[in-house]
């Protein structure tokens, strides 16, 4: 099946930080998103990006479809942007999540 | 309000007595899944429906059933859960899988603890 591979697992920021975070894919990216899991669970839309660069804020996401990657950049980091981040695709019905990066921002 | 509503929130029970998780979605979405996450992974597809009675397994359906009857409603039916099924649920839906721009929207989880 398709793999989705994260990284880095783990990241570790003081506030004000920037970050990127990268997502590999063995097939094609079609619904691609990035998201947000909180500390209590919730899973945030954070960008529906197939392709393309789109920009939120402090937050953007570029994916180059044809090298089947995705980078999520973080700005300015702030302790509420701490938790883990997602990044599945979709294609025909098959939803593939990898392990996600655990972000910690520090005060 | 746009949502995907997963009941109930939090959910302990025994081994082998059947339970049943609603998901219902108010967008008029064709496509519905259910996944589960355990702690340090990501989610883990279940089933998935593309449509009114149209199903598909994923990659971890064991132990697990659904049904699609109507557009708006994806149960998850757990026959005899086990405690390897102790997990935090999570039903997502998008205007459809075959379809480019469809993003999917999640509910906000069920936890379940089987004993």
């Known amino acids: 099946g398709i793999q989705v591979e994260q990284s880095p697992p783990d990241l570790i920021l003081q506030e004000g930080a920037n970050s990127t975070l990268r997502c590999n894919f063995s097939d094609s990216v079609n619904n691609l998103q990035w998201f947000h899991q909180n500390p209590w669970g919730q899973l945030i839309n954070l960008f529906y990006?197939?392709?393309g660069t789109k920009q939120n804020g402090r937050l953007s996401a570029t994916t180059v479809a044809t090298e089947r990657y995705s980078l999520l950049y973080i700005s300015s980091s702030q302790t509420t942007d701490s938790g883990v981040y997602f990044c599945p695709n979709t294609n025909a019905g098959k939803s593939t999540f990898g392990d996600g990066t655990t972000l910690t921002v520090k005060p | 309000e746009a949502q995907v509503t997963q009941n109930p929130r939090y959910l302990i029970t025994v081994t082998g007595k059947k339970l049943t998780v609603t998901c219902s979605q108010n967008m008029n979405h064709e496509y519905m899944s259910w996944y589960r996450q355990d702690p340090g992974l990501g989610l883990r597809q279940i089933y998935y429906s593309m449509n009114v009675e149209a199903t598909d397994k994923g990659d971890v359906p064991e132990g697990y059933k659904v049904s699609r009857k109507e557009k708006r409603n994806f149960p998850l039916i757990l026959e005899s859960p086990s405690p390897n099924q102790t997990s935090l649920y999570f039903c997502?839906?998008?205007?459809?899988?075959?379809?480019?721009?469809?993003?999917?929207?999640f509910g906000n989880g069920t936890r379940l603890t089987v004993t």
């Open positions: 997502a839906s998008s205007l459809s899988a075959g379809v480019y721009n469809s993003p999917l929207h």
């Open positions: 990006i197939p392709s």
